[in-house]
């Protein structure tokens, strides 16, 4: 059997009414149970955004790595207006 730890929290007093209101509305047997199933989502959501982010450090780092040239101004408005006029003819030109 884990072991566990007791300690003491400060909260707000709506944050202790949402709590106590899910556990008798039967979401929770305790507010034991609420507290730690709100920690496993603070925990879950930590390491989801540390994933997010080591893949966007991870397409930053291709993209600057990357041998082909830069693309130069008009480039990227060419590149960005054909995106555009693809978009308006997949779902319409929402402007007109």
Known sequence: ???AEKISITMPPEMVRAIRESVEAGE?????EALRD????WQRQRL????RLLAIRA????SLDDP??????EELDARLEQAF???DK?????AS
Do not use: C, H, K, Y
């Open 1 to 3: 059997m884990q072991t």
């Open 28 to 32: 929770f047997a305790s507010t034991s």
């Open 38 to 41: 709100a920690v496993r989502v």
């Open 48 to 51: 989801e955004d540390a994933e």
């Open 59 to 62: 397409r930053v780092r291709r």
């Open 68 to 73: 082909r040239p830069d693309l130069t101004g």
């Open 85 to 87: 006029d693809e978009i």
């Open 90 to 94: 997949e779902f319409g030109n929402a």
